[in-house]
């Protein structure tokens, strides 16, 4: 991606030639002149000659800023700690934040882990180590512990003197968290708060109370659901005990939304498009294997067509509408399997009951199907001026649309419930389910009028 | 929405029941004591009587700063405007942050527009009648004009005064925009950056320049890449002469994200899930164009067999294997489109340009469809034990496969080019098309070799 990006960018390459060309003070004065994330741009187009003068030439602390801002894959990322020395590479940890540090340490090898855990300070050790236990895609994989914290028996001025002083090393210091003595969280004030309030104030009388937060094992889609519901900044992260274990920050939860949407995406369309790689080669292997499934239970479809083939070769008009039939239905089935995914996005408070959806779903279905039969019975009607099979095909249709739809709605809430993630490929998987079943309805109601049809 | 977690919460039941029974002060305190996301739940459970007696509890600033945090569509929210008296209504619109009001007003009928705007303060007035021009989806709609303002020539403790003063009004004071006289962007501060550095820093020192900032008719998908890659809370937006007109907060961006996404979800699936109602009916008036109008395109697929209904009466074993290979088609075209339609949603600079797009789905298309089509030539050999049917599907396939994702890359392109939104139904659409060339494909090949099927 930062490919094109560089290409375009006269400047980018000469901070790249400087560092070729060894100017390691030239190169230090622009390439620490841009924002990080530039700067990670460019650190992503290094091999690894470049990337080894590159730490030569800057400190750990600046190596540490700018891998905060890294956008590559995390088991990517740990692969450049293991061309740096290990003081290095500990340095480069300890400066980072503690949520990034932590998603990339979790793809280290357990003996470089143990390696990078004793070079750093204690107190970074154990922070890192115990973050490393929480599991993935929940509050505790997301969250820092890098937040500021106050008494509520501070006043104003006290309070900004110590965000002054943590102020270097939190990741955010725009709320700063009321906990007690034993670390349990009781309110949150804002810098607006500090700010536009006498500086004698105590932090009790101005604190928001009760505060807004999710728990340490809280799904992660539930808790981009509450930033994005409240507008927060950051969003605080407790244990059983209310005791406050970390924040999480908008930025990284902007990470999250797009993530989830990216899965339900990709669900629809049996690919997944964040991974896609520019390579044909390497692309191709990403896609067949959705293929080539999605090909053997299409043969599931054929094997019934085959069982009617005798039906088929008395009345070849028969085969004319197949496609139209399990197509149409297989639209209707992935209209509702859309929705029925989205529903599922919503927060555990908001969604509908599984009966209620599906109840919902087969009245829709219902009224779509009829709407859409009697269309199709009109046309073909017309059009080959024969209204029983006109009458056939809409039936057909109409009864194949109300099962893909109820389908489509039931499918996700089951793979839901059982813990399958349906935003794999439900989308194909609808339509060859809904190949199937409109197949079996559509022949088996064709079956009772076939002396209708033989050289309609 | 909101329904589903009233139910789950006595604490708002009881306040319904506060403003029902007409205990006005029970009813602020309890009211006043939540959230305003939360406020807001509850406004969207009243009826109107007792919305109006819910005016009457509240002062319009009250009021104002809740409908910051409404979530329904501006279409409905400003339908309450019309209950209020106007210069009740005024007073709410005044509190409003501008870039939410502007949202709003946006749905006004003209009449009411001018009787608010009338009845605003003059330089509140005129800050809306200016947002009200730009057009939707660009920076300039999704800005707001509150923001934190300083000079280079200050120093540190000269705009913390500042910035205390304008804490109160502003949406974000967590930066501070550095302006020349002139009002033109030359710098940002982070409050971080105030706090950390010693009072008597001149501002010209500390501030980070040059900024990073968008055009006012910068399409909001851009805006959103911006402030996700940058880690920003908040973006400037500058207009032609780079003076500084406005700024974008990161919670607005979190909703652009979100739109942006749904809008390439629903035209995979053809039906708009944002916007589909749980009412069976209306749901199916919203799901039924799509449907239709697929449905008559689909005719031409039908239409093209019946052309080929000759072929199939001399050799029905044909018609067996004709959704196998449009489904499959089906499915490669619409992994290939949904590459195609995120490689459009990455900025301008990080796209590949169409040509090497095209190639390189051309590549994969040819890979994807070999491989497919040997296994389909084994399978159906084997199982038919007659090795030219299984040829010939396995050739069809194959072809239809690449043709399907050349297809499924081209399409999005050419819908963006000529200003069509690609996320419209595409998904239907390519499998749609791919039916149609695949049947084509296939009846052409099978006709060359029709007397190897005959009772085959």
Wanted: with cysteine; glycine share 6%; aromatic share 8%.
């Amino acid at each position: 991606m930062a490919e094109k990006q560089l290409q375009n960018s006269d400047k980018m390459q000469r901070i790249i030639q400087l560092l070729s060309t060894q100017k390691a003070k030239l190169f230090r004065r622009e390439y620490l002149d841009l924002h990080v994330h530039e700067q990670a741009q460019i650190f992503a187009e290094l091999d690894q000659t470049l990337r080894s003068r590159l730490y030569r030439y800057l400190t750990a602390v600046e190596v540490g800023d700018m891998f905060d801002a890294i956008e590559e894959e995390p088991e990517e990322v740990v692969k450049y700690f293991q061309e740096m020395p290990i003081s290095y590479a500990a340095k480069v940890i300890d400066e980072m934040y503690t949520d990034n540090a932590v998603d990339i340490l979790a793809y280290a090898q357990n003996k470089d882990l143990t390696h990078y855990l004793l070079a750093l300070p204690e107190e970074r050790s154990a922070e890192i180590r115990s973050l490393l236990h929480y599991e993935d895609k929940t509050a505790g994989a997301l969250m820092t512990t890098e937040y500021v914290d106050i008494f509520a028996s501070q006043d104003i001025s006290s309070a900004i003197k110590d965000i002054r002083e943590e102020a270097a090393d939190a990741e955010l210091i725009y709320y700063a968290y009321v906990v007690t003595d034993d670390n349990e969280l009781i309110g949150v004030v804002t810098l607006r708060d500090l700010l536009t309030n006498p500086e004698e104030t105590l932090i009790s009388e101005i604190m928001t109370d009760p505060v807004i937060s999710v728990p340490v094992d809280e799904d992660q889609a539930e808790v981009a659901r509450k930033v994005r519901d409240y507008n927060f900044v950051a969003l605080p992260v407790i244990d059983y005990a209310n005791k406050l274990v970390g924040i999480i920050n908008v930025d990284d939860v902007i990470d999250v939304i797009d993530e989830e949407n990216a899965g339900e995406y990709s669900g629809l369309a049996g690919v997944d498009t964040e991974e896609t790689p520019e390579d044909p080669f390497r692309a191709s292997l990403k896609r067949l294997p959705w293929l080539v499934i999605l090909l053997f239970l299409g043969m599931s479809t054929t094997t019934l067509i085959d069982h009617y083939e005798g039906l088929i070769s008395q009345a070849s008009i028969l085969a004319v509408f197949v496609s139209l039939i399990t197509g149409t239905a297989g639209n209707a089935g992935t209209q509702s399997l859309a929705v029925a995914i989205r529903g599922l996005s919503d927060s555990e408070e908001e969604r509908r009951s599984g009966w209620k959806t599906i109840i919902s779903e087969l009245s829709t279905g219902l009224l779509t199907g009829i709407v859409t039969g009697l269309t199709i019975c009109v046309l073909v009607g017309l059009w080959k001026n024969n209204w029983i099979l006109g009458s056939v095909i809409g039936v057909s249709l109409a009864t194949a649309i109300i099962v893909a739809t109820v389908a489509g709605s039931i499918i996700p809430l089951v793979m839901d419930k059982i813990g399958v993630d349906p935003a794999v490929a439900s989308g194909p998987f609808i339509s060859t389910l809904s190949d199937l079943t409109s197949v079996l309805i559509y022949f088996n109601i064709a079956h009772q009028f076939l002396n209708f049809f033989i050289n309609a």
